[in-house]
């Protein structure tokens, strides 16, 4: 069988749809029946150095610029592919290019309502086949999109064996004065488009807070200054850090520092950075209204909190803290990455078909 997705960003992206991508190539490559994965990303943000499967085509030439992709898509559309993925709902116009329907792979907020190209309109109701990562994402795109064809839960994964309980590391607690602190902590793109993810939620929180715990926002962004300005207007400027952009590879030592991972979001639509916390053995803190319930299986691994109560935010904060256990939560087998390839071969099986 030979794949081909179109995708915003896979290898050399940052992110959860960066990562998504990259697990879902591999999946698509294990498959037993697959000949060849072609990969068509409109974005590189940065140098790409995952190694690559000799069967998959990375096609980094196509991330030069709109025209470049889309003459890229043109040239794929003579090629024949058994399976056509769409990696975002804004890129299906690009799909027309090609004589086959595709595979729509949804990931959030930005299928929860209408489109507004008139084109994307007709290619949905043409789908081969519409991929959510949460059961919430797949009931808002089918809600006002009445897609009738057949539609896939494919949660985010996560490779286990890269994260697990480790030591704070002494260089990066004397990096942030955090030595002798509590910790909670907040990863994701600051940016004024994706204030929903609860940032300025646990900011109201913390003047309520022990002088003693301190809120790690990590990432970079464009609503940072607002957030700075917002924590000296709440008085807990200097029980607030921010980190700037962390690496993949220093991430698990990034949670490793927290106390409690707390990300209180209205609009999630799953959530991976949760799953990264838990698997490193923080204790985590999702919202009951969007996608993060998913993600802690509606309670089971973590707490579920309403984003719009502080009161319940601060007593899941000080409840974690006062109880102070560690350790990755029984169940967490369930997103193991192994579980994400079994079901891409499922779903790429039940398409076949």
Not at 105 to 110: P, S
Not at 248 to 255: N, P, Q, R, T, V
């Amino acid at each position: 069988m030979r794949f081909l997705l179109l995708c915003t960003d896979a290898y050399g992206g940052h992110g959860g749809i960066a990562l998504f991508n990259r697990q879902l190539v591999g999946a698509l490559a294990a498959h037993p029946e697959c000949e060849r994965v072609v990969v068509v990303p409109r974005l590189i943000v940065t140098q790409q150095n995952d190694p690559l499967l000799p069967i998959v085509d990375f096609d980094a030439a196509a991330a030069r610029g709109k025209l470049a992709w889309l003459n890229a898509v043109r040239r794929r559309a003579k090629e024949r592919f058994d399976i056509v993925f769409c990696g975002h709902i804004n890129l299906l116009p690009a799909t027309r290019l090609l004589d086959q329907p595709p595979v729509l792979t949804m990931h959030g907020i930005e299928a929860w309502k209408p489109v507004r190209r008139p084109m994307s309109g007709q290619v949905i109701r043409g789908l081969r086949g519409a991929i959510s990562v949460s059961a919430l994402t797949r009931d808002r795109f089918q809600s006002w999109s009445h897609f009738a064809g057949p539609t896939y839960v494919l949660p985010n994964a996560v490779r286990l064996e890269r994260y697990g309980v480790r030591p704070k590391r002494a260089d990066l607690l004397a990096k942030w004065g955090l030595a002798g602190k509590r910790v909670l902590l907040t990863l994701g793109r600051i940016v004024a488009a994706e204030r929903y993810k609860g940032f300025d939620d646990v900011l109201e929180v913390m003047p309520e807070l022990d002088r003693d715990i301190v809120y790690v926002i990590a990432g970079k962004g464009d609503d940072t200054d607002r957030l700075r300005r917002k924590a000296r207007d709440l008085g807990v400027a200097d029980r607030v850090v921010f980190t700037g952009f962390v690496a993949e590879e220093d991430k698990a030592d990034l949670y490793a520092l927290a106390d409690v991972y707390v990300m209180p979001s209205r609009g999630e639509g799953f959530g991976f950075v949760l799953l990264e916390a838990m698997a490193c053995g923080v204790p985590v803190i999702g919202s009951k209204h969007d996608g993060g319930r998913e993600a802690l299986r509606h309670g089971a691994l973590g707490t579920l909190v309403d984003p719009a109560n502080p009161a319940e935010i601060r007593t899941a904060i000080n409840d974690i803290l006062r109880d102070g256990t560690r350790g990755i939560p029984p169940g967490m087998e369930y997103f193991a990455y192994e579980r994400f390839v079994e079901r891409v071969h499922a779903i790429v099986d039940d398409l076949a078909r």
